[in-house]
């Protein structure tokens, strides 16, 4: 522990642990640019064509990325939770309750061949698109992104993690779902047993966006740190 200048805190919001965030951006607002980020660990991973996993909790901003990665980087997307639904032979989220969707994906993965199961399934969509650019959005367990993994055998897999703090990521799913929820509500789906691997998923990264904000800045930083690990820009 240190006395900092609040004056010389810098800009990047990773540097601190969660309970120093919220002091920070609550007392300190006007010297802390909470500008969105990303870390890079492995860029080889990132070349294409290759399989690119975006994972993060609930609200995190994992549609945003997604949605500028398809729209701008020519990936396909392949929708793990729409997977499930599949296999369940039940709608997926919003027409079924995310609450009790949550409930039967966890009884299904939880299952000894379950994230083999999945895995086999996602594959089968992977082996359809044509530039071999396809984007897994949502895996929630190690063992499905293992089994994945061993499927593609030579074929590149990124792992890419968006992180938001808790107290943003309420505030998104609530905006998100267009209804007024409560802290108690997010955190209910939030705690739910099937994510709970989620966030220690970020260990495996290899590279991890930083959402500190919202959709704007975001955007532009899901967009720089593809540019970067392409090789088309430095930083």
Known sequence: ?????????????????????????????????????????????????????????????????????????????INSGKVVAEILGIPSVPKTSREIFQKAAWEFIKQKDGPARLAAEIWNRVERVENGNALIDGIRQRATLTELRARAQDRRVALLYVHTPPN??????????????????????????????????????????????????YRDAVRQLMQEVSGLVTR
């Open 1 to 77: 522990l240190k006395w900092m200048n609040p004056d010389s805190l810098g800009n990047e919001m990773r540097e601190f642990e969660y309970w120093s965030q919220l002091c920070l951006t609550a007392f300190f607002p006007s010297v802390i640019h909470t500008q969105p980020s990303y870390l890079i660990r492995r860029r080889t991973p990132f070349k294409r064509p290759n399989l690119l996993c975006v994972v993060g909790t609930l609200g995190s901003g994992k549609s945003v990325a997604t949605s500028v990665l398809k729209r701008e980087f020519g990936y396909t997307e």
């Open 168 to 217: 943003l990521a309420f505030k998104f799913y609530r905006a998100r779902s267009g209804r007024d929820l409560s802290i108690h509500d997010f955190l209910r789906v939030n705690d739910s047993p099937v994510e709970a691997e989620v966030k220690g998923m970020i260990g495996l990264a290899d590279a991890v966006l930083y959402n500190w904000t919202g959709e704007f800045r």
